[in-house]
């Protein structure tokens, strides 16, 4: 592990240890209520600043974000459909920086949706979004030379677009390519409850509780949620593309070696490619700051590059 590393994952901590860092209320009214005052003052806005291309449309009654490089060497039949993290709030603009350096350095065009997080809608309704931008853009691009990136709860989000398509019968091809950093999934046995709440004691970023928060949270939206959309053994991974996955030792690694199997269970753990890597943060291999996240993102660039 980088000695710059090292010493970024040592502040957090002490960040967190020290309390300076936002904790989950175990009040889940209470949280909600945060969540959609946090939503409401953070309505979207297209982006104002030069580093890039920027387009909104709508697509399913919300807006998408398209996102060009200004190189003349982009590759404007190639797209990367990026979904971002959050879950319970509507945290677009922190991540538009992130998506910005995939379309600038692949040359693709990048769709940003801006979903409606848990709060507001249930996490089918999301996911049917999600499943109406990834079709609209087959309908222009080729499935072949799309790009799926999802980080942390945009991770979930792709897992979830897998199982869609495979549930509405393959109406549309898979994509090219998935890359997902730090997905997020729901524990589902014990054994992976006990290991989230371990790793949520030395998880730099992830204050303890969040887990059981989101999937509170969840049911309080929809109690009827199917287990398919939460699960990752529930979920269908038949027919994914090539899949490549980056964690640490974090909290949504608990669900790591489910992802990995229910791969394996529906025909698709040759196209499964996860690396963990140790010492690291949450969502570390797509902000080329330190060795290790510079290594593991230029992978993921010339991933996309080779589509």
């Given amino acids: ?87 319970d709030r509507d945290t677009w603009k922190p991540e538009v920086a992130f998506a910005r350096t995939y379309a600038n350095r692949t040359g693709a065009d990048l769709f940003y949706p801006i979903y409606p997080p848990f709060t507001e809608v249930s996490v089918k309704n999301t996911a049917d979004l999600i499943y109406t931008v990834y ?32 549930k509405n019968g393959n109406a549309v091809d898979m994509p090219r390519l998935m890359i997902l950093n730090s997905p997020f999934a729901f524990p589902e046995t014990a054994e992976e409850w006990e290991l989230a709440r ?38 269908d991974f038949r027919h994914a593309p090539e899949t490549y996955v980056y964690y640490t030792e974090e909290v949504c690694a608990c669900v790591a070696e489910a992802i990995r199997a ?10 499964m490619h996860m690396h963990i890597e140790p010492g690291m943060m949450h969502c570390y291999a797509c902000a080329p700051v330190f060795p290790e996240s510079r290594r593991d993102f230029n992978r993921q660039i010339d991933l996309i590059k080779s589509m």
């Fill in 262 to 271: 229910a791969y394996d269970h529906d025909g698709s753990g040759e196209r």
């Fill in 198 to 235: 371990e790793y949520e004691k030395n998880d730099p970023m992830m204050p303890e509780g969040a887990m059981q928060f989101m999937m509170d949270g969840v049911l309080w939206s929809d109690p009827h949620t199917p287990d398919y959309a939460l699960y990752p053994d529930k979920m």
């Fill in 135 to 166: 079709q609209r853009m087959v309908r222009k691009y080729g499935a072949s030379h799309i790009a799926v990136v999802g980080g942390s709860y945009g991770g979930f989000l792709a897992l979830q677009l897998l199982t869609w398509m495979n």
């Fill in 1 to 87: 592990m980088s000695l710059s590393a090292k010493a970024a994952v040592q502040v957090l901590r002490a960040v967190k240890k020290a309390g300076f860092m936002p904790g989950i209320d175990k009040n889940l009214d209470h949280e909600i209520a945060r969540a959609k005052e946090y939503n409401r003052k953070h309505r979207y806005k297209e982006p104002t600043d030069h580093k890039a291309l920027y387009k909104t449309v709508q697509i399913g009654g919300y807006p998408t974000l398209i996102i060009r490089s200004k190189s003349v060497h982009s590759h404007h039949n190639k797209a990367i459909l990026f979904l971002h993290g959050g879950g």
